[in-house]
């Protein structure tokens, strides 16, 4: 009997196994310190993108590096460019005493593939590449051509498949292995601002007034830690230490260090978290600061000190596809302002449904934030995508997601933002299983070899049912929330 593609991903499975190994051992880790002009996101990047191309020019695959930024291998003849979006770059190891067996030696024990881009997204690019063999091998008749395109820094702004859009050709409709199962179909838009405040400058000697507040950094962290000084006189002391009763408060020269701690989590999931910089600001909010201070500290309490939905600027809203909007008061700062005056700033990382209206969105806080003495500026901005579950795409690789499984789960959403932004018609297909732990990024991060066949599997099929489709009735226009020229020309990040 003839075998199928299934088959030939069985029987080159220990190829696989052996080559994505090879892979994980180049520590393709964004590295200011090579990067070149040649190589833009550094030697090791560089060196994993070739390394990858070179196995699949010897399956037979057409492959192209662009400037060692991205590069795709292709495979099939036709018209119709379908496209699999995946990354060589791996996020930082992280501390090495963390992790069971070393990050990039691809220890393979008791059925695991353990090492940094196991999962995220070294082994699944490498189960895309072999699943394109097994159609290959099993002699299918290509009817359109498919490319695998991989990108070198999908971890550090996604530069890579900007770079890709200048010059090559965009695929019709892509997927790409790089989140979870069954199908992601629904990613929020994603709205960063900076929101600054300056302060009054009145303050006299005697009065109770706010040296520092500070917290959080980066945008897509609810912040663990924050910290205010209360420039207070000694009289004072005793009774703002009794106001902010609970706080880790300590006294020092001329005042009070105030300090809060949370829990941080993920910007997208912002409900794991305890944000620190909330905590202070509401307790500060009952301090009797001078009335500069005062009005400063009660509106940013107001605007960004309470709830997770953006409640204080009264954007709260969810959709059904999507779930609801979330805010992360991400990091406050001061700075000193003109004449003796502070400068407040806030950061936001607001992620919001699919069907919002974006523009009203911004609208809508901008009024609120300006009545309150903020400029809104908005860092990035990145539309959020939507595929129905009834396009084509959608169900046939969920047709293919249940020709392996049996199961058929409904697609899902999420708040993380993906490669699938930069491009038309794309969704994200694996390979975490649903109810499985999410390893990418972390310590100890990790693959089941069973789960890369199986993903491999999956991705064959689906493969096999985009080659056996005709998509000349289907208008991927009217399906899609976004074009290519609304993200090409969104900031990275
Ligand atoms: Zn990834």
Redesign the pocket.
């Given at each position: 009997m003839k075998k199928s593609a299934r088959d030939f991903a069985d029987i080159n499975f220990e190829d696989q196994i052996r080559d994505t190994r090879e892979i994980i051992k180049i520590p393709s880790v964004f590295d200011e310190e090579t990067a070149s002009p040649k190589t833009p996101f550094g030697a090791g990047a560089a060196r994993a993108l070739e390394a990858f191309l070179r196995v699949a020019e010897k399956m037979g695959f057409r492959v192209k590096n662009i400037d060692n930024s991205v590069g795709y291998a292709e495979i099939g003849e036709g018209e119709e460019l379908a496209g699999i979006l995946?990354?060589l770059d791996v996020?930082p190891a992280g501390r090495p005493d963390d992790w069971k067996y070393p990050p990039f030696d691809a220890v393979v024990e008791n059925g695991t593939l353990w090492g940094r881009g196991a999962v995220?997204?070294k082994g699944p690019a490498m189960a895309a590449l072999y699943a394109l063999k097994a159609l290959k091998d099993a002699g299918v008749n290509f009817t359109r051509r498919f490319r695998l395109i991989l990108g070198l820094d999908?971890?550090n702004g996604s530069r890579c498949i900007k770079r890709y859009n200048e010059t090559e050709e965009p695929p019709v409709f892509s997927f790409s292995p790089?989140?979870s199962f069954p199908v992601v179909n629904a990613e929020k838009g994603i709205l960063r601002l900076v929101l600054t405040k300056r302060s009054a400058n009145e303050t006299s000697a005697e009065e109770i007034s706010l040296l520092a507040l500070n917290g959080g950094d980066r945008f897509n962290v609810v912040p663990d830690y924050a910290f205010a000084f209360v420039k207070c006189g000694a009289e004072s002391r005793g009774r703002i230490k009794n106001i902010l009763e609970g706080m880790a408060v300590s006294e020092k020269d001329g005042g009070i260090l105030v300090e809060a701690r949370g829990t941080a989590a993920h910007a997208m999931e912002p409900e794991k978290g305890d944000n620190a910089v909330q905590k202070i600001l509401r307790r500060l909010k009952e301090v009797d600061f001078c009335a500069g201070d005062a009005e400063a500290v009660g509106s940013l309490c107001e605007l960004f000190g309470h709830g997770i939905g953006g409640e204080g600027l009264g954007i709260a809203s969810e959709d059904e596809i999507s779930g609801p909007l979330t805010c992360n008061t991400a990091s406050v700062e001061t700075r000193p302002g003109d004449r003796a005056g502070k400068i407040f700033k806030v950061k936001l990382d607001i992620r919001y449904p699919v069907t919002l209206d974006s523009q009203r969105l911004i609208e809508n806080i901008a009024r609120k934030a300006e009545d309150s003495g903020f400029e809104p500026e908005i860092a990035t901005h990145k539309p959020p995508l939507y595929v129905p579950k009834d396009d084509f795409v959608v169900k046939t690789l969920l047709d293919a997601y249940e020709s392996v499984t049996g199961d058929r789960p409904a697609p899902v959403s999420m708040g993380g933002g993906?490669?699938c932004r930069f491009m038309p018609n794309s969704v994200s297909f694996g390979p975490v299983f649903p109810g499985q732990p999410e390893l990418?990024?972390q310590a100890n991060e990790r693959i089941q070899l069973e789960d890369l066949r199986k993903c491999t599997h999956i991705y064959a099929e689906a493969l096999l049912r985009f080659n056996e489709r005709v998509t000349a009735d289907w208008d991927p226009a009217s399906h899609c929330t976004h074009t290519l020229n609304d993200v090409t020309k969104q900031n990275p990040n």
């Amino acid at each position: 009997m003839k075998k199928s593609a299934r088959d030939f991903a069985d029987i080159n499975f220990e190829d696989q196994i052996r080559d994505t190994r090879e892979i994980i051992k180049i520590p393709s880790v964004f590295d200011e310190e090579t990067a070149s002009p040649k190589t833009p996101f550094g030697a090791g990047a560089a060196r994993a993108l070739e390394a990858f191309l070179r196995v699949a020019e010897k399956m037979g695959f057409r492959v192209k590096n662009i400037d060692n930024s991205v590069g795709y291998a292709e495979i099939g003849e036709g018209e119709e460019l379908a496209g699999i979006l995946a990354h060589l770059d791996v996020m930082p190891a992280g501390r090495p005493d963390d992790w069971k067996y070393p990050p990039f030696d691809a220890v393979v024990e008791n059925g695991t593939l353990w090492g940094r881009g196991a999962v995220d997204d070294k082994g699944p690019a490498m189960a895309a590449l072999y699943a394109l063999k097994a159609l290959k091998d099993a002699g299918v008749n290509f009817t359109r051509r498919f490319r695998l395109i991989l990108g070198l820094d999908e971890e550090n702004g996604s530069r890579c498949i900007k770079r890709y859009n200048e010059t090559e050709e965009p695929p019709v409709f892509s997927f790409s292995p790089d989140a979870s199962f069954p199908v992601v179909n629904a990613e929020k838009g994603i709205l960063r601002l900076v929101l600054t405040k300056r302060s009054a400058n009145e303050t006299s000697a005697e009065e109770i007034s706010l040296l520092a507040l500070n917290g959080g950094d980066r945008f897509n962290v609810v912040p663990d830690y924050a910290f205010a000084f209360v420039k207070c006189g000694a009289e004072s002391r005793g009774r703002i230490k009794n106001i902010l009763e609970g706080m880790a408060v300590s006294e020092k020269d001329g005042g009070i260090l105030v300090e809060a701690r949370g829990t941080a989590a993920h910007a997208m999931e912002p409900e794991k978290g305890d944000n620190a910089v909330q905590k202070i600001l509401r307790r500060l909010k009952e301090v009797d600061f001078c009335a500069g201070d005062a009005e400063a500290v009660g509106s940013l309490c107001e605007l960004f000190g309470h709830g997770i939905g953006g409640e204080g600027l009264g954007i709260a809203s969810e959709d059904e596809i999507s779930g609801p909007l979330t805010c992360n008061t991400a990091s406050v700062e001061t700075r000193p302002g003109d004449r003796a005056g502070k400068i407040f700033k806030v950061k936001l990382d607001i992620r919001y449904p699919v069907t919002l209206d974006s523009q009203r969105l911004i609208e809508n806080i901008a009024r609120k934030a300006e009545d309150s003495g903020f400029e809104p500026e908005i860092a990035t901005h990145k539309p959020p995508l939507y595929v129905p579950k009834d396009d084509f795409v959608v169900k046939t690789l969920l047709d293919a997601y249940e020709s392996v499984t049996g199961d058929r789960p409904a697609p899902v959403s999420m708040g993380g933002g993906t490669y699938c932004r930069f491009m038309p018609n794309s969704v994200s297909f694996g390979p975490v299983f649903p109810g499985q732990p999410e390893l990418a990024h972390q310590a100890n991060e990790r693959i089941q070899l069973e789960d890369l066949r199986k993903c491999t599997h999956i991705y064959a099929e689906a493969l096999l049912r985009f080659n056996e489709r005709v998509t000349a009735d289907w208008d991927p226009a009217s399906h899609c929330t976004h074009t290519l020229n609304d993200v090409t020309k969104q900031n990275p990040n």
